[in-house]
């Protein structure tokens, strides 16, 4: 008797994870196929990604239909398949510019969305570009965006800011 094996990469294919990261086109978060398209900014081209109805409602259920980028991780349904599906909770921002200024050596402007506020330290977490920075600032102005953050409110910051020495955090200008 003689046997013989065969075998290909076809049957050791797993199913695919990516990352993905784009501008927000279309979203449809309680119809038959909750889904999402987005830019990819890689080949200028729309993907399409599904996600089960709780997550959609959760991250894009009352969002406006405003510039709007996301990110997250997708599967594929299987290792053949061009059908995208969510992996996790995927992230919804609006984009931010950063810039620094050169008036002086210790001053910068800052401007993105803020996602926590420390109002006894001063510490906040913003969102520039998708990108988590970190800043401490006058524990009094944390203290307002902590409370405005508690309320689910949108909280930006936006200004000149210099870094104060002796209190070590960064003082509006």
Known sequence: MLF???SSDRFATERKIIRFSGELVHWDAKGPEPQF?????TNLREKTIYCDAETMRL?????????????????????TSDVWLCVGRPHVFQKFQVSVSSTTPQ???????VVEADGKTGQIVYLVRGK????TIEPALA???EESL??????????????????????KD
């Open 150 to 171: 508690s309320q689910l409110q949108t909280v930006e910051i936006n200004g000149d800011y210099r870094y104060d020495r002796i209190k070590r955090y960064y003082i």
């Open 59 to 79: 991250v894009l259920g009352n969002q406006s239909f405003e510039k709007h980028h996301i990110e997250g991780k997708a599967t594929q349904l299987n290792p």
């Open 132 to 135: 988590r920075s970190y800043l």
């Open 143 to 145: 203290k307002e965006m």
């Open 37 to 41: 398209r987005y830019l990819d900014p």
């Open 4 to 6: 013989v094996l065969f």
């Open 107 to 113: 001053s910068k402007n800052i401007q993105g969305q």
